[in-house]
């Protein structure tokens, strides 16, 4: 007889992936076990292995879901209409504002990748890929005179503002919606006035 899918199937899986985040984040990948990770879910190991066969699946599962909306949120905001500066203001706003409630997933994304089979890491690396050419286009409208005969120096600009938006994450994880707006103006600021005198 064909198991049925429990009518919380989505809210278990959700829960169970906010749990195994923690581990992954705070253990590592290698040191957690399923039975750890049954653990903090709160579940038992039996009941866990009917979500996810192998902590490699639980892992991926974390990330796919992580990055995948995480590359919605940022390219998908509505820009239609704005300035570039506004563009460019709007997005990294939007970025540091979907990091929120994210600390752990977001740092099982450097540790995590790694561990699992290259397939999965270039599914990983296109959401990663895709946000990156989308603030990429976005500086580079803002100042295409500077970037057009220089692509190194647009990922170079790229990449700054991404550190510095993992900075305030990795400091002020627990800031409100406020102060995110505070720092994503500055971190605005300092890259349109920073990319107009290269």
């Known amino acids: 007889m064909v198991r049925t899918i429990a009518k919380d199937h989505d809210q278990k899986r959700d829960?169970?992936?906010?749990?195994?985040?923690?581990?992954?984040?705070?253990?590592?990948?290698?040191?957690?076990?399923?039975?750890m990770l049954a653990r903090e879910c709160g579940i038992s190991k039996a009941n866990i292995y009917h979500y996810y066969d192998s902590k490699d699946a639980l892992l991926f599962d974390i990330l796919d879901t992580y990055l995948s909306e995480l590359r919605d949120q940022i390219c998908g905001i509505p820009l239609e209409g704005l300035a570039p500066e506004d563009k460019l203001r709007a997005t990294i706003s939007a970025t540091l504002k979907a990091y929120q409630g994210a600390d752990n997933e977001h740092r099982v994304q450097s540790t995590g990748i790694p561990a699992l089979p290259e397939a999965q890491q270039e599914i990983l690396r296109g959401y990663q890929r895709d946000m990156v050419g989308h603030m990429s286009g976005l500086i580079r409208a803002v100042a295409p005179e500077v970037f057009d005969s220089d692509k190194g120096k647009l990922y170079a600009a790229t990449m700054s503002v991404f550190g510095m938006l993992n900075w305030?994450?990795?400091?002020?994880?627990?800031?409100?919606?406020?102060?995110?707006?505070?720092?994503?103006?500055?971190?605005?600021?300092?890259?349109?006035?920073?990319?107009?005198?290269?």
């Open 15 to 35: 829960q169970i992936l906010k749990s195994a985040a923690k581990v992954f984040a705070d253990q590592g990948f290698d040191r957690a076990s399923m039975s």
């Open 168 to 198: 305030f994450y990795m400091w002020n994880s627990k800031a409100g919606a406020k102060a995110r707006e505070e720092y994503a103006n500055l971190v605005t600021d300092l890259t349109l006035n920073g990319v107009r005198g290269l």
